[in-house]
T-cell receptor, first 111, second 110 residues
């Protein structure tokens, strides 16, 4: 079983719909991240969290929100999805030695 | 955000050949990470490097943390078809900002 699990793996939705991507981890790491990956652009940081009480914006947070429900759970929401949010989304956790571990990804298509 | 310079962008090699790719940065890092990503899948951590000059192996993979702390390379020896994928580096200094390479697409011809 994957240490960092994302659901759903694939989602197709329409413009204006609210979408939630969920992430859970069994690695026991405090730090969790949400990244977006677009072809040719690499990974861009959306939000990150040190612990349940700590949420920080990344470089592309507009149009997104997050919730850290527990140490093991970090969800990403799109309040009103738009087509240019079509991308591959990754959750990641960070170890105390600085290693970043990624989930399998959630492919989102906004029509 | 800042991306690291990674080269080459793509490689087409024969099975059995060795592969070398590298990442360079204008900033120093405390940690270099190397990942492999298959299409539509999450990046998988291959090797982590923690100090300048460090040379670390993982099976047929070898990576080094450059002395200047601004570069790193990854070598794959005796490539096999399952090595196909996109390889990218990541650099980390402090805090929560990681910087990612632009990726090297590797194709192995049987």
């Amino acid at each position: 079983d994957a240490d960092v699990t994302q659901t759903p793996r694939n989602r197709i939705t329409k413009t204006g719909k609210r979408i939630m991507l969920e992430c859970s981890q069994t690695k026991g790491h405090d730090r969790m991240y949400w990244y977006r990956q677009d072809p040719g652009l690499g990974l861009q940081l959306i939000y990150y969290s040190f612990d349940v009480k700590d949420i920080n914006k990344g470089e592309i947070s507009d149009g997104y929100s997050v919730s850290r429900q527990a140490q093991a759970k970090f969800s990403l929401s799109l309040e009103s999805a738009i087509p240019n949010q079509t991308a591959l989304y990754f959750c990641a956790t960070r170890s105390n030695t600085g290693e970043l571990f990624f989930g399998e990804g959630s492919r989102l298509t906004v029509l | 955000g800042q991306q690291l310079n990674q080269s080459p962008q793509s490689m087409f090699i024969q099975e059995g050949e060795d592969v070398s790719m590298n990442c360079t940065s204008s900033s120093i890092f405390n940690t270099w990470l190397w990942y492999k990503q298959d299409p539509g899948e999450g990046p998988v951590l291959l090797i982590a490097l923690y100090k300048a000059g460090e040379l670390t192996s993982n099976g047929r993979l070898t990576a080094q943390f450059g002395i200047t702390r601004k570069d790193s390379f990854l070598n794959i020896s005796a490539s096999i078809p399952s090595d196909v994928g996109i390889y990218f580096c990541a650099g980390h200094l402090t805090g929560n900002q990681f910087y990612f390479g632009t990726g090297t697409s590797l194709t192995v011809i049987p």
